[in-house]
């Protein structure tokens, strides 16, 4: 297949550089680019997949990114590598001003009848998905729902829209470069998020909503709380805070397990100061981390190695964190030793499906 990756994503000064690697086939003169937990949803009417009756997420889960630009079966891969859930990325307007999405902003793409068929299969199997909307190249494109359409009330409708075809349970906006700095996009996309929750609260819908977000080796930085913060100021609840704990582009080295330690003690601190009321381990439990595993877009000094998926995972387990995913299921092999940032291999010697057989065991 074809492998086609976005220009390195930035957050908070230019020599600070994060990619997460995407490309969507029809978005014209565009590359294209990179991403909240549970219980039942009231079947729709609308629906696409069929929905299961009592179908539930756990309050952990492992949901590793499938890139949805491929021509990938998320089904299979799902199957293939043990992950029940997937996260899928992404989905788009086509162009900037629209207020309509597809996945991967192209037409032929629709939402509804692609992925239909594989998304019932997952479920089939007691697993299911969690659409993404944004990433790098919708992000740096106006291309993400709420840069591109200035309508408070039509950016909840196409939001609807996705559930309802899909009957989710489950959304995530990754946000991240240009979309971090936009206050206006901010604010509207918090406002429809609020409205959404409304309408699913009023359809009997069970519906959890995630952020995914850049971040320090410390926490968030502010473009990531500017987010949050007009979240809180909005009314908008947000269940979970994926943060991408790779791609810091320091200009050193970094032990990439204890990065994320400190990267996600500094976000359930934010979190603490922005809801006091929320006991420790409430916070803790609206955490959730990505992973790039092997070498990341920065190149070797920042490689995330077997023995560091052993120690996410009794971290992520000890401290009771919602979510561990990764970027992305295709690169869960040793195809490429050696190279960073690759769409379809982790740059690392590694048995195929070893991180995902290492952490699929977190859900439950």
């Known amino acids: 297949m074809p492998e086609l990756s976005a220009p390195a994503r930035s957050t908070r000064r230019p020599a600070h550089r994060r990619t997460v690697r995407l490309a969507a086939a029809a978005v014209a003169a565009s590359t294209v680019a990179l991403g909240v937990t549970l219980t039942a949803v009231a079947p729709s009417a609308q629906a696409g997949p069929a929905a299961t009756t009592a179908s539930t997420f756990p309050v952990h889960i492992f949901a590793p990114y499938f890139e949805a630009y491929t021509s990938d079966n998320p089904a299979t891969v799902a199957q293939n590598s043990g992950a029940k859930y997937l996260s899928m990325a992404f989905v788009q307007t086509a162009k900037s001003g629209s207020c309509t999405v597809y996945w991967d902003g192209d037409t032929s793409q629709p939402i509804g009848s692609t992925?239909?068929?594989?998304?019932?299969?997952?479920?089939?199997?007691?697993?299911?998905?969690?659409?993404?909307?944004?990433g790098y190249s919708a992000d740096t494109t106006k291309t993400e729902i709420a840069d591109s359409c200035t309508s408070v009330s039509s950016i909840a409708s196409a939001i609807e829209n996705v559930i309802s075809k899909y009957d989710l349970h489950r959304v995530d906006f990754d946000i991240e470069q240009d979309s971090l700095t936009n206050s206006a996009g901010i604010d509207r996309r918090n406002k429809a998020l609020k409205q959404v929750e409304a309408w699913a609260s009023a359809a009997g819908r069970s519906l959890q909503v995630?952020?995914?977000?850049?971040?320090?080796?410390?926490?968030?930085?502010?473009?990531?709380?500017?987010?949050?913060?007009?979240?809180?100021?909005?009314?908008?609840?947000?269940?979970?805070?994926?943060?991408?704990?790779?791609?810091?582009?320091?200009?050193?080295?970094?032990?990439?397990?204890?990065?994320?330690?400190?990267?996600?003690?500094?976000?359930?601190?934010?979190?603490?100061?922005?809801?006091?009321?929320?006991?420790?381990?409430?916070?803790?439990?609206?955490?959730?981390?990505?992973?790039?595993?092997?070498?990341?877009?920065?190149?070797?000094?920042?490689?995330?190695?077997?023995?560091?998926?052993?120690?996410?995972l009794n971290w992520a387990r000890s401290k009771g964190i919602n979510e561990i995913s990764m970027w992305a299921s295709q690169r869960d092999n040793g195809g490429c030793p050696g190279t960073a940032g690759a769409d379809n291999c982790s740059g690392i010697s590694q048995p195929t499906w070893y991180f995902s057989k290492k952490w699929e065991p977190f859900s439950g």
């Open 210 to 312: 995630s952020y995914t977000l850049p971040t320090n080796t410390d926490g968030l930085d502010s473009g990531g709380k500017n987010v949050m913060n007009n979240a809180k100021s909005n009314g908008t609840r947000v269940d979970v805070v994926n943060i991408m704990t790779f791609d810091y582009y320091t200009g050193g080295s970094h032990e990439m397990a204890q990065a994320t330690e400190t990267a996600g003690a500094g976000l359930e601190s934010y979190l603490h100061s922005l809801y006091p009321s929320k006991t420790t381990a409430q916070l803790w439990a609206m955490v959730g981390v990505t992973e790039m595993p092997g070498i990341d877009d920065y190149g070797k000094p920042e490689t995330f190695t077997e023995a560091d998926a052993t120690t996410v």
């Open 115 to 134: 992925f239909a068929s594989a998304i019932s299969t997952i479920r089939s199997r007691g697993g299911d998905v969690i659409p993404s909307f944004g």
